[in-house]
């Protein structure tokens, strides 16, 4: 089954999105931060993540990052999503090497769709 991480510092958010990609057929685990996302990947690596930038400790930005120049998840697919929605924040996601930025708040047939058009790339 395929696995989606899902990091976000609010918990009502983390559950919501994490309620959307799981009544798609999706296995979802959940971080609170970069910190804790990077922890859980060590274990076991996602199939996509799914972040916000704001957070606590380590922004998303800086997550995807890491993930991005690491050669064990280079190939995971990140989807940005957060309330920054301006164009600059969006060139800067893409930027940093996320594969899809979603501003919230989103339509949930945007957040699905962009997931599985993203894993049917890999």
């Known amino acids: 089954m395929v696995k989606v991480l899902v990091v976000e510092?609010?918990?009502a958010q983390r559950e919501m999105i994490a309620d959307?990609?799981?009544?798609s057929g999706l296995?979802?685990?959940?971080?609170?931060?970069?910190v804790e996302a990077l922890?859980?990947?060590?274990?076991?690596c996602p199939d996509l993540v799914v972040m916000d930038i704001?957070?606590?400790?380590m922004n998303g930005y800086e997550l995807c990052r890491r993930l991005k120049t690491d050669p064990k998840t280079e190939?995971?697919?990140?989807?940005?999503?957060?309330?920054?929605?301006?164009?600059?924040?969006?060139?800067?996601?893409?930027?940093?090497?996320?594969?899809?930025?979603?501003?919230?708040?989103?339509?949930?047939q945007e957040l699905v769709g962009t997931v599985k058009q993203?894993?049917?790339k890999g």
């Not at 959307?20 to 009544?23: G, P, V």
């Not at 704001?54 to 400790?57: A, T």
């Not at 301006?86 to 708040?105: H, L, T, V």
């Open 27 to 34: 296995s979802v685990t959940g971080a609170s931060d970069g």
């Open 9 to 11: 510092d609010s918990v």
């Open 118 to 120: 993203l894993l049917r």
């Open 75 to 108: 190939q995971v697919p990140v989807v940005m999503c957060s309330t920054k929605g301006e164009e600059f924040d969006r060139y800067w996601g893409m930027r940093q090497g996320a594969d899809a930025y979603i501003s919230k708040p989103f339509q949930p």
């Open 54 to 57: 704001v957070m606590p400790r």
């Open 20 to 23: 959307l990609l799981k009544d």
């Open 39 to 44: 922890e859980q990947i060590k274990g076991s």
